[in-house]
């Protein structure tokens, strides 16, 4: 029996006790007048039988599955030659996987080795073994859980707290589950941010300006040491997502004042979902799009404008360099990619603002546009300065159209027609492809990612500071 089909028997039996005991509650009801003489409702009674049978199966479904592969890993390698036994861990590792391809039919004991016959006899026993006893297992704690329960409903036994406090702890589990998950992004992070300024100094990563983290294999090669200053990335990454800032910003928040404020009924349901429509294209889309059509168009127009400066001794114009790789393109496109999200976060946050608060500026004597300007836009500022810190986010994030239209060159400029890179970019390129992984030039990804980490930690705490400052509280 396969692991799925085991699962949806273990939820059919949680189903089907959980409308036994909502049975059997009812019967123990009628002698004594009916429900209202319970200690608490039949679905509590039902979802607690119905708990006691899903609950303790699946913790058994999944310790059977996370220890059942480490266990017999275990028994078979003391089949193992006395040789093989004293292998260094990676090559002990190998040799476990040739004899599971053994076991499951890929390859020959005689390619491995007649001496491993007995550990793949072993490992085919107990892997048999293993899939015959976890169905047994996990039915037997299904009838138990059931049974147990069956005999906790009676009239006096208030089942409502045991329920409640069960649901409580899944909650409890579940909103921990997000904090240990960043915490342990943030460890390994930093673990291997330490690993890597070890090897390169901090105020050289910090305060350098020139990246190149080519790491020669041999110290006569060229490049053999690497150059890994990251203001270049920073410079480019605050260059594009300020472009796509300046683009996305003015056209989300009027698009959506328009909308919660101007616009009929029929053109909201038409407008607005056309406009959502923007978030659900694939970025990759977008790059293709930046790099086939908006960068070759701000290359010719640029080439076209120098050779009017040319042509009428302008100076500035005549010496015009547009690279066919720009901040301007990746910006322009990336700032186009979330306009959806400053325009949905503030419409909701906009007609959110109560209606009592345009009415009394109505009978002040207060036109729309003051109302907008003085009432409904200071109270809907914090939603707002939400709505443009998580658009600034995905500037930040965003890789796929950089790399497409801006390029991989890590210039230290802050001219929107040069080509640039990003922080993101960066950490893709360097984990790609085969190097170690304690060298320094893998190693930067993870500083780079710590850095990225601490910028959008400053985002989220300035963020904080407007909203605390502009809140206001209203009945």
Not at 186 to 215: M, N, Y
Not at 289 to 305: E, H, M, N, Q, S
Not at 460 to 474: D, I, P, S
Request: hydrophobic share 55%.
């Amino acid at each position: 029996m396969n692991l799925s089909t085991l699962l949806l028997i273990t939820f059919v039996a949680s189903a089907g006790a959980y409308f036994i005991g909502y049975t059997r509650s009812q019967q123990i009801a009628k002698p004594i007048g009916g429900v209202r003489h319970l200690a608490t409702l039949p679905s509590y009674y039902a979802s607690m039988m119905s708990i006691w049978a899903l609950v303790p199966a699946l913790i058994a479904v999944v310790l059977w599955s996370v220890l059942d592969g480490s266990i017999i890993s275990s028994l078979v390698k003391g089949a193992l030659p006395t040789e093989a036994k004293q292998m260094s861990q990676e090559n002990l590792g190998l040799l476990m996987s040739q004899v599971e391809n053994v076991a499951i039919g890929i390859g020959s004991i005689e390619t491995l080795g007649i001496e491993y016959q007995p550990a793949v006899e072993r490992l085919k026993s107990l892997t048999l073994v293993s899939k015959q006893s976890m169905p047994v297992l996990v039915i037997v704690i299904l009838i138990i859980g059931m049974l147990l329960g069956f005999r906790a409903i009676s009239p006096h036994y208030n089942a409502r707290y045991a329920v409640e406090k069960i649901f409580n702890v899944t909650l409890f589990v579940c909103s921990s589950i997000a904090i240990f998950t960043t915490f342990g992004i943030v460890f390994s992070v930093l673990l291997e941010s330490l690993a890597f300024f070890q090897k390169v100094p901090f105020f050289d990563f910090v305060l350098g300006t020139h990246w190149s983290p080519q790491i020669a294999i041999r110290a006569d090669q060229a490049g053999a040491s690497g150059s890994f200053g990251v203001i270049p990335l920073i410079v480019g990454t605050l260059l594009i997502s300020f472009i796509a800032l300046l683009i996305a910003v003015p056209v989300g928040l009027m698009s959506a004042v328009y909308l919660s404020e101007y616009a009929s009924r029929r053109v909201r349901g038409i407008v607005k979902p056309a406009l959502e429509i923007l978030a659900g294209v694939p970025t990759v889309v977008y790059g293709f799009f930046a790099a086939l059509t908006v960068a070759p168009a701000i290359r010719r127009y640029g080439d076209a404008l120098r050779d009017w400066g040319a042509e009428r001794d302008i100076e500035f114009l005549a010496n015009l360099a547009v690279s066919s790789e720009s901040a301007l393109a990746a910006g322009l496109v990336m700032g186009v990619m979330i306009i959806p999200f400053v325009s949905s976060l503030s419409d909701d946050v906009i007609n959110a603002v109560p209606q009592s608060l345009r009415d009394g500026s109505y009978g002040l004597g207060a036109t729309q546009s003051e109302t907008i300007k003085k009432v409904v836009f200071p109270a809907a500022l914090p939603g707002i300065v939400g709505g443009v810190l998580l658009a600034a986010s995905r500037a930040i994030g965003e890789t796929m159209i950089v790399v497409m239209a801006a390029g991989l060159a890590a210039n230290l400029t802050v001219n929107p027609l040069e080509a640039v890179t990003t922080v993101t970019v960066q950490i893709v390129t360097l984990l790609v492809g085969d190097q170690e992984f304690d060298s320094a030039k893998t190693l930067a990804a993870f500083a780079l990612g710590l850095f990225l980490f601490v910028i959008t930690l400053a985002l989220n705490v300035v963020a904080l500071k407007v909203v605390k400052k502009y809140r206001e509280q209203y009945d």
